[in-house]
């Protein structure tokens, strides 16, 4: 007979939207293990699963700290009360908690009071805060709700607890009406016959969290106006012929262990946590073109691609290479590129392989003897993904040929090995060179988005925002195989502008000093778009050409205060050790030839 050894949760705590899973690990009768899903109309050896969820809810409902979401609640700030500011964020685990979160708390009374003003209502500012919250203490969004995801129903009561059955199905996403509340998942045989239970297991997990949320990023005009983003993208941006490109760095599942990131809780770098914080996120941005990096070749095809698909994106994937890589192929990374299909249409893409190049290279200029040495330093899998798009706004379309308007977006990931930095500015340097002779065949604005493992004032850097390397550069003295020789060929003619030092460039505008502080004062680029324990700087990047479209808005940095003391990337807040960029661009007349 069927017998269940062993039933594990991905995460010991679940957070709102966040799908549940368990595994399952069973025996049969053979003493073979296994970890399949048997249905009732399909039982093996006489027996099926039957799954149940149960929702465990005390007489006494708790509150949850808003900063520490599985830390229960000690103190309530009723100043979030008064101001009508959602109750879940009112709520600390502690006074240090409060005290530590109050800058970035304070952004909430503020924002509730400017929309009191606006609307002519009497002001409330106040910052009282209750220390003497109980867990028998609750508001309405801390109870259940009246339509559960699945028909109530109160399996049994015993003493001060009741628990109700929400699902019953192997998986449940915890909803709204969780918060707060322990659940229990129970797996049991059933005989095929007789419908009786003839062996079970279950397991309880800690109590439902929200979904952290973090305090979201405004669109920031170059004039110095902020520009809401939940404004209708078509009203906002098509009658001016703008457009919005988001480039992001989401930290591969591979990549994102304990051990790499052990600041950061488990649960929040679980992948069935981060997909959805992610999606939240990019989706929330609302940019017209999307470029991502460290996306997973499974999670690509199972998750992103359709999941954006629903809002009107339209997916193109390059995956690294695998000459170097040895380990499982369905988790291989790679550049995905998304597009709104009411903004624009599929025109071509290019794949740009380096592993290609660097054969071809080793081929022409290196000798025999040293072509395995070469091709060992220069092999790293990375690539590019090139698109050239097609505008549909201002209804300019294919069937109106005089005034097509073309976008190249190329999106890429280059080396990240600190000791390969002549590797790393040869892939800039090919890279440029092919868009180069995109740009020769036509007359077309380019983009270049991604993360480019290099500093403000690199080599790379210089490359791409200089259009060449002085010589004398420190970067330029380690190239074992000349291939970075002679300085003069790393050159390229496009007129390539980082799209964030356009904050540096503008007159002084007032509301603007505050943006000003969040780049490097020497180079204007932001103070950092990758922030770990281990790392602070700017690795990312929106490059455009400046002679065809020109910045209009930017997507706010984050600075050390948005990350809460002692935080670094990724967090419950962000999940991934990078921080978006996004940048609105409107293209310049174009002269008929």
């Given at each position: 007979?069927?017998s269940?050894v062993?039933?594990h ?6 957070i ?8 399952v690990?069973?025996?049969r ?7 399949d899903?048997?249905?009732?109309s ?17 007489d006494?409902n708790?509150?949850?700290c ?18 009508k ?37 009497e ?7 209750n ?10 969004s801390?109870?259940n709700?009246?339509?559960p995801?699945?028909p109530?129903?109160v ?7 009741t ?6 199905s ?18 049991a045989?059933?005989n095929?016959?007789?419908k009786?239970?003839v062996?079970?297991?279950s397991?309880m ?5 929200p ?5 979201p990023?405004r ?5 110095g106006?902020d520009?809401p983003?939940h404004?209708d ?6 009658s001016?012929?703008t457009f ?5 760095n989401?930290?591969s599942d591979a990549?994102a ?13 679980a992948?069935t946590?981060?997909r959805q914080n ?12 999307v470029c ?7 999670h ?5 691609a359709?999941?954006?698909?629903k ?5 193109l994937f390059?995956?690294k290479?695998?000459?170097?890589f040895?380990?499982?192929i ?8 998304f597009?709104?299909?009411d ?6 893409k290019y794949e740009v392989?380096f ?9 022409a200029?290196?000798?025999s003897?040293?072509?395995k ?12 993904l ?6 549909k ?5 294919v ?7 073309l976008?190249?977006v190329?999106?890429?990931h280059v ?5 390969l ?9 090919t890279?440029?060179?092919?868009l180069?002779?995109?740009a020769a065949s036509a007359?077309?604005p380019?983009l ?6 290099s500093?403000?004032?690199s ?6 925002a200089?259009?060449k ?7 330029l003295a ?5 291939i970075l020789?002679?300085a ?7 007129p ?5 030092t356009?904050f540096?460039?503008?007159p002084?505008?007032?509301g ?24 602070f ?15 209009e ?5 984050l600075d050390e ?5 002692d ?10 050790d ?15 030839r």
């Open positions: 007979m069927l269940v062993r039933v949760l991905p995460s010991d705590i679940p709102v939207g966040c799908e549940l899973t368990p595994y690990l069973l025996r009768p053979d003493s073979l293990l296994i970890s899903d048997i249905p009732e399909a039982p093996i050896y006489g027996c099926f699963l039957r799954y149940k969820w149960y929702r465990i809810q005390s006494k708790v509150a949850m808003s900063i520490h979401p599985s830390e229960q609640a000690t103190l309530q700030c009723l100043a979030c009360v008064k101001a500011i959602p109750v879940a964020k009112s709520y600390h685990c502690s006074p240090k908690c409060f005290s530590d979160a109050w800058q970035h708390h304070r952004l909430l009374h503020e924002r509730a009071a400017s929309a009191v003003n606006a609307n002519g209502n002001e409330n500012t106040g910052s009282g805060v220390t003497s919250l109980t867990s028998s203490q609750s508001s309405g801390l109870t709700g009246t339509t995801l699945y109530v129903v399996s049994q009561r015993n003493g001060g607890e628990w109700f059955e929400v699902g019953r192997k998986t449940y996403t915890p909803s709204a009406d969780d918060i707060g509340h322990t659940l229990k998942f129970e797996c045989i059933i095929a016959e007789t009786l239970s062996g079970n297991a397991t997990m800690s109590r439902v969290i979904a952290p949320s973090p305090t990023r669109l920031i005009s170059v004039s106006v520009i983003l404004l993208l078509d009203s906002r941006l098509s001016s012929g919005t490109v988001l480039s992001y989401i930290l990549y262990t304990n051990e790499l990131y052990s600041y950061c809780p488990s649960w929040a770098l992948w946590y981060r992610l999606l939240r996120e990019i989706v929330g941005y609302r940019a017209d073109i991502l990096q460290e996306v997973q070749s499974d690509f095809e199972e998750f992103f359709p999941e954006l698909d809002h009107g994106y339209q997916a390059k995956r290479t695998t000459e170097v040895s380990g499982n369905n988790t291989v990374d790679g550049c995905a590129t597009f709104r299909r903004r624009f249409a599929h025109v071509k392989e592993n290609k190049a660097a054969q071809s290279l080793t081929e200029l290196v000798p003897a040293q072509k040495t070469a091709l060992n330093r220069l092999l790293k899998d990375n690539i590019a090139i698109v050239v798009l097609e505008a706004f201002n209804n300019q379309g069937d109106n040929p005089g005034k097509r308007q976008v190249c190329a999106n890429t080396n990240v090995h600190q000791e930095k002549d590797v790393r500015l040869w892939q800039v340097h890279l440029l060179k092919g180069e002779k995109i007359d077309i380019m270049l988005c991604g993360d480019f493992n500093a403000p004032g080599a790379p850097h210089a490359l791409v200089m259009g390397v002085d010589p004398m550069h420190p970067e380690v190239d074992p195989l000349g020789r002679p003069t060929k790393l050159t390229h003619q496009l390539l502008v980082s799209a964030y356009s540096g460039r503008i002084v505008v007032p603007l000093d505050q943006k000003r502080r969040k780049l490097d004062p020497g180079t204007n680029e932001p103070l950092f778009t990758s922030c770990t324990r281990d790392h700087g700017t690795l990312d990047y929106i490059f455009y050409s400046a002679d065809s479209v020109t910045v808005s930017l997507l706010e940095l205060e948005s990350l809460r003391k935080t670094a990337l990724p967090s419950p807040e962000w999940s991934s990078h921080i978006a960029l996004l940048a609105g661009f409107r293209c310049k007349p174009r002269t008929r």
